[in-house]
């Protein structure tokens, strides 16, 4: 009797330590009401943004036929982040965070209404469109910084990589389906209900705001705001790992990202797509990406996150590198699915570590900094890219990228090593190490 009963004491151990599934582990932050909240309202929302994204870049091209114009739109609307997203980062870090996104969420709707006003009632001039993208990029400023920052109030340290994770995961779905229903939407019955869409689409996030409850009390500062935002760079500047993975975030912003600016030559002039090629090399990019976000989903830990920064930046440059050479549509597909996981877990994978380091009185103010490494870096990329692609070709300019994104992940792999020594202390000091203090960033230990 005794060796069956130790066989059912050794089944009923077996099943309690056995470990969750995948999906319970992936999702794990939708165990926190208010995520669940934030997460189903965003993602009604994003579907909404990214169909009025198709909608307006159609809008321009409908009213100038100009390119010049098309890309001066997508300038106005990103360059504010780069020069106000400081006030932003502070105003995150001193006000409640809960009322700083219902704020800026609210802005957004009014805006996307006002847009589809004037498209609806034919009144819209290309000046309405570059002042209101102009608008949103300052609503963007405030609202990424908060909205990053708001995160940890949502769902505490312990799911935040999930949580960023799943915010990424949720972006890259809206991307796809968004500009696809927008594109019907467009044939079917025009720009302007896009708009009117999008507009109706923030209430599902503001009532979800409305309805969580969050610890999130304003934060009172001695200082005066310039004091407080030349402090959040000053702590970035001096803290070598978290200034390396924004450097490398920017060089990727400004380097990597113009693929996409420049990615209507290669659907036209190179793969001979078309308008039906660009839609499947932008789907391919967001499909990639998406897998990239749940990648990181399923990770429980930030161990060796500093290594899939690295290999990801790589797997980008070698992605953009191939496909520049590519005069087939479909190996350009494959080739834009690793190009879009590596950069969204790249940047997952920073945004992760980032947060995982900074003190939360500084939270606000360094994401402010990513949000100007990360979107306000986009628009000098775009117009760069434009420039080298008009004097030596798309193509060159795209290679050339890739070959950038390769030495800036050679640059961060040798830096790795000293980084990681700091990246422990800073993560052992806001009380995340998870039990694995000596491997955060790589999968060997550190001795000091």
């Given at each position: 009797?005794?060796?069956?009963?130790?066989?059912?004491?050794?089944?009923?151990?077996?099943?309690?330590?056995?470990?969750?599934?995948?999906?319970?582990?992936?999702?794990?932050?939708?165990?926190?009401?208010?995520?669940?909240?934030?997460?189903?309202?965003?993602?009604?929302?994003?579907?909404?943004?990214?169909?009025q994204t198709v909608a307006q870049a159609w809008l321009v091209y409908r009213l100038t036929n100009s390119a010049l114009?098309?890309?001066?739109?997508?300038?106005?609307?990103?360059?504010?982040?780069?020069?106000?997203?400081?006030?932003?980062?502070?105003?995150?870090?001193?006000?409640?965070?809960?009322?700083?996104?219902?704020?800026?969420?609210?802005?957004?709707?009014?805006?996307?209404?006002?847009?589809?006003?004037?498209?609806?009632?034919?009144?819209?001039?290309?000046?309405?469109?570059?002042?209101?993208?102009?608008?949103?990029?300052?609503?963007?400023?405030?609202?990424?910084?908060?909205?990053?920052?708001?995160?940890?109030?949502?769902?505490?340290?312990?799911?935040?990589?999930?949580?960023?994770?799943?915010?990424?995961?949720?972006?890259?779905?809206?991307?796809?389906?968004?500009?696809?229903?927008?594109?019907?939407?467009?044939?079917?019955?025009?720009?302007?209900?896009?708009?009117?869409?999008?507009?109706?689409?923030?209430?599902?996030?503001?009532?979800?705001?409305?309805?969580?409850?969050?610890?999130?009390?304003?934060?009172?500062?001695?200082?005066?705001?310039?004091?407080?935002?030349?402090?959040?760079?000053?702590?970035?500047?001096?803290?070598?790992?978290?200034?390396?993975?924004?450097?490398?975030?920017?060089?990727?912003?400004?380097?990597?990202?113009?693929?996409?600016?420049?990615?209507?030559?290669?659907?036209?002039?190179?793969?001979?797509?078309?308008?039906?090629?660009?839609?499947?090399?932008?789907?391919?990019?967001?499909?990639?990406?998406?897998?990239?976000?749940?990648?990181?989903?399923?990770?429980?830990?930030?161990?060796?996150?500093?290594?899939?920064?690295?290999?990801?930046?790589?797997?980008?440059?070698?992605?953009?590198?191939?496909?520049?050479?590519?005069?087939?549509?479909?190996?350009?597909?494959?080739?834009?699915?690793?190009?879009?996981?590596?950069?969204?877990?790249?940047?997952?994978?920073?945004?992760?570590?980032?947060?995982?380091?900074?003190?939360?009185?500084?939270?606000?103010?360094?994401?402010?900094?990513?949000?100007?490494?990360?979107?306000?870096?986009?628009?000098?990329?775009?117009?760069?890219?434009?420039?080298?692609?008009?004097?030596?070709?798309?193509?060159?300019?795209?290679?050339?990228?890739?070959?950038?994104?390769?030495?800036?992940?050679?640059?961060?792999?040798?830096?790795?090593?000293?980084?990681?020594?700091?990246?422990?202390?800073?993560?052992?000091?806001?009380?995340?190490?998870?039990?694995?203090?000596?491997?955060?960033?790589?999968?060997?230990?550190?001795?000091?």
């Amino acid at each position: 009797m005794t060796a069956p009963q130790n066989s059912v004491t050794a089944e009923a151990t077996d099943v309690k330590t056995a470990s969750p599934s995948r999906w319970v582990i992936a999702l794990r932050a939708l165990r926190h009401r208010n995520f669940q909240l934030f997460f189903g309202g965003q993602l009604i929302s994003l579907i909404g943004t990214w169909m009025q994204t198709v909608a307006q870049a159609w809008l321009v091209y409908r009213l100038t036929n100009s390119a010049l114009l098309l890309g001066s739109v997508g300038f106005a609307s990103q360059f504010p982040v780069f020069l106000v997203a400081p006030l932003g980062g502070i105003t995150a870090d001193r006000i409640n965070r809960q009322r700083l996104v219902i704020a800026t969420q609210t802005a957004s709707m009014i805006l996307a209404g006002i847009l589809a006003a004037l498209t609806l009632t034919h009144r819209v001039h290309v000046w309405h469109i570059f002042l209101l993208a102009g608008l949103l990029g300052v609503v963007n400023a405030f609202d990424i910084p908060g909205r990053q920052s708001f995160l940890v109030d949502m769902v505490g340290k312990e799911d935040l990589m999930n949580a960023i994770a799943l915010n990424s995961s949720m972006f890259n779905g809206a991307r796809v389906i968004g500009p696809a229903v927008a594109g019907i939407l467009v044939a079917k019955i025009g720009e302007g209900w896009c708009f009117a869409v999008n507009s109706i689409s923030y209430i599902a996030v503001i009532v979800g705001l409305m309805l969580m409850h969050v610890h999130s009390p304003a934060r009172i500062s001695k200082h005066s705001p310039i004091e407080d935002i030349i402090e959040g760079f000053r702590w970035v500047n001096q803290t070598k790992i978290i200034r390396a993975l924004l450097l490398l975030i920017g060089l990727v912003s400004l380097v990597g990202m113009p693929y996409t600016v420049l990615m209507p030559i290669f659907a036209d002039k190179i793969l001979h797509g078309g308008a039906r090629g660009l839609g499947i090399l932008m789907g391919a990019t967001g499909v990639g990406a998406l897998f990239g976000a749940l990648t990181l989903a399923a990770k429980t830990g930030v161990k060796g996150l500093g290594r899939w920064v690295t290999l990801s930046c790589a797997g980008l440059g070698v992605s953009l590198f191939c496909f520049s050479f590519s005069t087939s549509l479909w190996l350009s597909v494959a080739l834009l699915l690793p190009a879009g996981y590596s950069m969204m877990l790249q940047m997952a994978c920073s945004n992760t570590l980032i947060q995982t380091m900074v003190p939360d009185q500084l939270r606000g103010r360094v994401m402010s900094v990513y949000s100007m490494m990360f979107m306000g870096m986009a628009p000098f990329g775009a117009f760069f890219g434009g420039a080298l692609a008009h004097r030596f070709g798309a193509p060159i300019t795209v290679a050339t990228g890739g070959i950038a994104c390769v030495l800036g992940a050679i640059w961060f792999a040798r830096a790795l090593p000293d980084l990681r020594v700091e990246a422990r202390r800073l993560i052992i000091a806001q009380g995340m190490a998870a039990g694995e203090p000596a491997q955060e960033l790589d999968a060997q230990p550190v001795e000091e």
